[in-house]
């Protein structure tokens, strides 16, 4: 489910079932990197499209988290750790934070208990779009063990 009018009726009917917090993480800059970083922003945001709907009802996707390249990463962190406070709040057992933002690995430790899902970058713009699902189906197998993982463990 996603977080828009149409998925909440159906997330308070099935709120029991809906466990997992999707967050995506979007790295933002007009410097001379905007180009690799729109990249970035475009594939995160297909594949936790892609995840969304392979765990329909199973996953909440949120808006994503932007943040400016010039943030110091202890104040994203900081803002994060508030989203996550709330969303526990809610009932969210899971929370999940899918990036091709390698910078958030050396800070994932200092996440609380969010699990961070770091995929590099696929330049979309290359692919045909007859291939797109193909090659975000590819990387969504590698992120299911972690998923299974997680929601196996005790909360």
Sequence with gaps: MRFRAAD?????????YVDTALI????????????????????????????ERQFHGRIMQFPA????????LSSRIDRLLGWAADLKAASFSHICLLTADGEWKT????LDEMALF????????FVEA??????????????IPF???LWQQKV
Excluded: C
Aim: hydrophobic fraction near 40%; avoid cysteine; aromatic fraction near 8%.
């Design 8 to 16: 909440i009726d159906t997330y308070l009917k099935a709120a029991d």
């Design 118 to 125: 770091f995929v590099p970058a696929l330049p979309l713009e």
């Design 24 to 51: 995506p993480l979007m790295k933002t800059t007009w410097d001379t990197e905007v180009k690799t970083v729109t990249q970035a922003v475009e594939f995160t945001a297909q594949l936790a499209d892609e995840m």
């Design 147 to 149: 998923l299974s993982q």
């Design 65 to 72: 988290f932007t943040y400016a390249q010039s943030e110091p």
């Design 130 to 143: 007859k291939h797109r699902k193909e090659v975000m189906d590819g990387q969504l197998k590698q992120l």
């Design 107 to 110: 800070a994932e430790n200092e």
